[in-house]
């Protein structure tokens, strides 16, 4: 009953930058958190960065400094402002939602290429 619709993937060159956004819609719904998942080639999926209900943020490691995850509850939408991108932040970008129920939802993936 939610629905979760990803933009703003692309190819970009190191270094550069990409704002990725996310808008659920659907059923009435409380959102405890969303956030942002990737996963390259071969690889398992990964959380790259979260925003909880009472507006705490958790980001990996590796975008700290370079990542910026942002939120607009009246809109239900997310934003991942991507800064300095590295040829290693190459992969399909998922956005995600969990309810306070403990249901999770998945966006389609955004892809974000990285080269020169």
């Known amino acids: 009953q939610v629905q979760l619709v990803e ?13 990725l956004s996310c808008t659920a819609s659907g059923s009435a719904f409380t959102p405890e958190a969303m956030g942002w ?6 690889k398992q999926r ?9 507006g705490g943020t958790h ?8 990542f910026t ?10 934003f991942l402002q991507m800064n300095s991108l590295k040829p290693e932040d190459t992969a399909v970008y998922y956005c995600n ?16 290429t990285v080269s020169s």
């Open 46 to 54: 990964e959380l790259v960065a979260t925003t909880t209900r009472g």
């Open 97 to 112: 939602l969990v309810l306070t129920i403990g249901a999770a939802y998945w966006g389609q993936g955004t892809q974000v």
């Open 37 to 42: 998942y990737r996963q390259a080639p071969g």
């Open 59 to 66: 980001y990996k490691d590796s975008v700290k400094g370079r």
């Open 69 to 78: 995850i942002s939120r607009n509850n009246a809109k239900n939408t997310v």
């Open 7 to 19: 933009s703003g993937g692309g190819l970009v060159q190191p270094g550069g930058s990409l704002r």
